[in-house]
T-cell receptor, first 115, second 111 residues
Framework: KAGVTQTPRYLIKTRGQQVTLSCSPI?????VSWYQQTPGQGLQFLFE???????NKGNFPGRFSGRQFSNSRSEMNVSTLELGDSALYLC??????????????FGQGTRLTVV | EDKVVQSPLSLVVHEGDTVTLNCSYE??????LLWYKQEKKAPTFLFML????IEKKSGRLSSILDKKELFSILNITATQTGDSAIYLC???????????FGDGTTLTVKP
């Protein structure tokens, strides 16, 4: 069974640009969660999608958005990039997520550098 | 605001040593506590704990949860250099529908 796939693996953008990251969950998994990981802040929850609907959201500005497609693949978009957005962005898939708690499987992440 | 505090932040040991990593938490509507190992990028799942006092074990790793005192420990016996990683603890809040992670413990095992 293929694992969670994130693309691209690395990305360099300049301030003010926008970026789209992609996450393909494990086959059969319907929940995709996104996290931002920085040395100073640790792993911070961005949002969770389940069956194409955003189910939960963390404390990030509206520049961070996402969506999920019918095949459960998810994209995350960050607009008007700031230097502080430089981070490792991880997505995690689980079969149901939400209140039926199963362990989540993480992708390798996308390393975003904003210059 | 849910909170997870891990200690120590970093630890250096030699092969063969036993280590204990700590995770304390404050969370409303606690559902479970999870441990992950992060070597390079992708955290990999180790344990999920939901009940107090029941030890979960996988090879040289074991973990236990105390829901009264709101903490968990992760033990690694006979450490090996391959155990070097960041160990992350997360708690799941049922009502918020999200996991809150600690900052992690960076473990370095020297030969």
């Amino acid at each position: 069974k293929a694992g969670v796939t994130q693309t691209p693996r690395y990305l360099i953008k300049t301030r003010g640009q926008q970026v789209t990251l992609s996450c393909s969950p494990i086959s059969g998994h319907r929940s995709v969660s996104w996290y931002q990981q920085t040395p100073g802040q640790g792993l911070q929850f961005l949002f969770e999608y389940f069956s194409e609907t955003q189910r939960n959201k963390g404390n990030f500005p509206g520049r961070f958005s996402g969506r999920q497609f019918s095949n459960s693949r998810s994209e995350m978009n960050v607009s008007t990039l700031e230097l502080g957005d430089s981070a490792l962005y991880l997505c995690a898939s689980s079969s149901q997520g939400g209140p039926v708690n199963t362990e989540a499987f993480f992708g390798q992440g996308t390393r975003l550098t904003v210059v | 605001e849910d909170k997870v505090v891990q200690s120590p932040l970093s630890l250096v040991v030699h092969e063969g040593d036993t280590v204990t990593l700590n995770c304390s938490y404050e969370v409303t509507n606690f559902r479970s506590l999870l441990w992950y190992k992060q070597e390079k990028k992708a955290p990999t799942f180790l344990f999920m704990l939901t009940s107090s006092g029941i030890e979960k074990k996988s090879g040289r790793l074991s973990s236990i949860l105390d829901k009264k005192e709101l903490f968990s420990i992760l033990n690694i016996t006979a450490t090996q250099t391959g155990d070097s990683a960041i160990y992350l603890c997360a708690v799941y809040n049922t009502n918020a529908g999200k996991s809150t992670f600690g900052d992690g413990t960076t473990l370095t095992v020297k030969p």
